[in-house]
């Protein structure tokens, strides 16, 4: 809650980076314990290492560019680029998640659901998310946009091409695999701070 208060103020940025990290770690953490393939070995990045109780491991994977933002020159344009780098990949995944809405409802209309979304706000939710990706590379009016010197469109680039990358890293141990014969094997372990984690192998196809 303290850095929650902190990253209210105005200009304490630092406090504002480091609320972020402080979830991201655990973003990082669930993400290693599903079986997403870390660099190294998931058992250490879905840990609660060393403590047993906080996952200082996920910390770890967002402490380099927490560091960076916090300490590099120019730090307004570095922390104004990087969260506008981080909207336009929040828009393409709420674009997808309705467009998937949109589908289910489409193909498998027999699916039982706890709860429906109300039409109106599906469509407006579409809506929305298509003007902010559109709107994204519209010229502004002065030709600069909100991080000069770095031109207005650069984060749009960037935050598709973070998109791309991870697309082209799922694909290397997922996709790659299965074209020279292998299949990735999902299997359940506990960690000795009770963690469980999903540890994949590949597996020959017979």
Same mark, same amino acid.
Not at 76 to 98: E, G, H, K
Not at 139 to 146: E, K, M
């Given at each position: 809650?303290?850095?929650?208060?902190?990253? &209210?103020?105005?200009?304490?940025?630092?406090?504002?980076?480091?609320?972020?990290?402080?979830?991201?770690? %655990?973003?990082?953490?669930?993400?290693?314990?599903?079986?997403?393939?870390?660099?190294?070995?998931?058992?250490?990045?879905?840990?609660?290492?060393?403590?047993?109780?906080?996952?200082?491991?996920?910390?770890?994977?967002?402490?380099?560019?927490?560091?960076?933002?916090?300490? &590099?020159?120019?730090?307004?344009?570095?922390? @104004?680029?990087?969260?506008?780098? %981080?909207?336009?990949? @929040?828009?393409?995944?709420?674009?997808?998640?309705?467009?998937?809405? /949109?589908? @289910?409802?489409?193909?498998?209309?027999?699916?039982? %659901?706890? /709860?429906?979304?109300?039409?109106?706000?599906?469509? /407006?939710?579409?809506?929305?998310?298509?003007?902010?990706?559109?709107?994204?590379?519209?010229?502004?009016?002065?030709?600069?946009?909100?991080?000069?010197?770095?031109?207005?469109?650069?984060?749009?680039?960037?935050?598709?091409?973070?998109?791309?990358?991870?697309?082209?890293?799922?694909?290397?141990?997922?996709?790659?695999?299965?074209?020279?014969?292998?299949?990735?094997?999902?299997?359940?372990?506990?960690?000795?701070?009770?963690?469980?984690?999903? @540890?994949?192998?590949?597996?020959?196809?017979?």
């Amino acid at each position: 809650m303290t850095f929650v208060a902190l990253s &209210a103020l105005e200009y304490v940025v630092p406090a504002n980076v480091i609320t972020v990290a402080f979830s991201a770690a %655990r973003v990082n953490q669930e993400l290693a314990k599903e079986g997403i393939s870390f660099p190294f070995s998931n058992r250490f990045w879905a840990s609660n290492w060393p403590t047993g109780k906080s996952p200082l491991p996920g910390y770890i994977i967002h402490l380099i560019p927490t560091i960076v933002i916090i300490i &590099a020159p120019h730090r307004r344009w570095l922390i @104004l680029s990087s969260w506008t780098s %981080r909207d336009n990949p @929040l828009q393409v995944i709420n674009f997808a998640i309705v467009v998937g809405l /949109f589908w @289910l409802r489409w193909r498998r209309p027999d699916i039982e %659901r706890p /709860f429906k979304v109300w039409w109106p706000v599906a469509i /407006f939710f579409l809506a929305a998310s298509t003007f902010l990706l559109v709107a994204t590379f519209l010229r502004p009016a002065n030709r600069i946009g909100d991080t000069p010197p770095l031109p207005y469109w650069l984060y749009c680039i960037v935050g598709i091409a973070v998109l791309l990358f991870g697309v082209i890293y799922w694909a290397g141990w997922r996709v790659v695999p299965r074209w020279l014969g292998y299949e990735l094997v999902p299997q359940k372990e506990v960690l000795s701070d009770g963690t469980v984690v999903t @540890l994949s192998t590949y597996k020959k196809i017979q």
